[in-house]
């Protein structure tokens, strides 16, 4: 799943989702003081214009240029509070300590030996921040060998949470049913999710 992957998948249709923030974000979000926000493979901006509207300072990463082509036009009244970013972060790690927030959903973060790119999400959340993770159940998931897709390479937020170590402490490790109707064409009913305080 590289740069011409999504980029495709973006153009093959005129919206990819809803234009709505992921319900996972607002429910654990809602309670946070604004501050300094990553938003982890932003694709067309709801998550991040939602934050940004609510007083947060977002840096919006994806890695297609369509993605973010759509997310600039969704966010004109944002201009300002949010940084559209072109990125690849598996490859290259955002700025150690220096959000208050990282927000992760759904986002295909392949498994290495040496955790990595993991390390490089969880190394910018600043002291006192949070890491929301969230993705589809893997009850909900299944693999498409056509497309070289197995969920099975792909990190849980319960298998982050065991990576966790005492600078952290977790308040939401579960899996729960989603708020919002799942995607077309999927058969998404649940969601598992993580949110995390960095303590140091």
């Known amino acids: 799943m590289d740069t011409q992957f999504w980029d495709d998948l973006y153009r093959s249709r005129d919206q990819l989702f809803s234009g709505a923030p992921n319900g996972v974000l607002v429910t654990e979000v809602t309670d946070l003081p604004p501050?300094?926000?990553?938003?982890?493979?932003?694709?067309?901006?709801?998550?991040?214009?939602?934050?940004?509207?609510?007083?947060?300072?977002?840096?919006?990463?994806?890695?297609s240029r369509a993605a973010l082509?759509?997310?600039?036009?969704?966010?004109?009244?944002?201009?300002?509070?949010?940084?559209?970013?072109?990125?690849?972060?598996?490859?290259?790690?955002?700025p150690a300590a220096a959000f208050d927030l990282v927000s992760v959903h759904y986002f295909p973060l392949a498994h290495q030996p040496d955790h990595t790119a993991l390390r490089g999400l969880l190394d910018a959340v600043a002291p006192g921040g949070t890491l929301l993770f969230a993705s589809h159940a893997l009850a909900d998931l299944s693999p498409d060998p056509e497309q070289g897709?197995?969920?099975?390479?792909?990190?849980?937020?319960?298998?982050?949470?065991?990576?966790?170590?005492?600078?952290?402490?977790?308040?939401?490790?579960?899996?729960r049913p989603r708020t919002a109707p799942a995607p077309a064409g999927t058969h998404h009913t649940q969601d598992t999710v993580l949110r995390a305080r960095r303590l140091r």
Request: charged share 25%.
């Open 35 to 63: 501050g300094q926000a990553l938003d982890v493979g932003c694709g067309e901006g709801a998550d991040a214009v939602w934050l940004a509207r609510r007083g947060w300072q977002v840096t919006a990463v994806d890695i």
């Open 69 to 94: 082509e759509r997310a600039v036009v969704a966010g004109t009244d944002v201009e300002g509070r949010v940084a559209w970013t072109r990125a690849d972060l598996t490859g290259t790690p955002p």
């Open 149 to 175: 897709f197995d969920p099975g390479d792909y990190y849980q937020p319960d298998e982050i949470a065991r990576l966790l170590d005492d600078d952290w402490t977790v308040l939401i490790n579960e899996t």
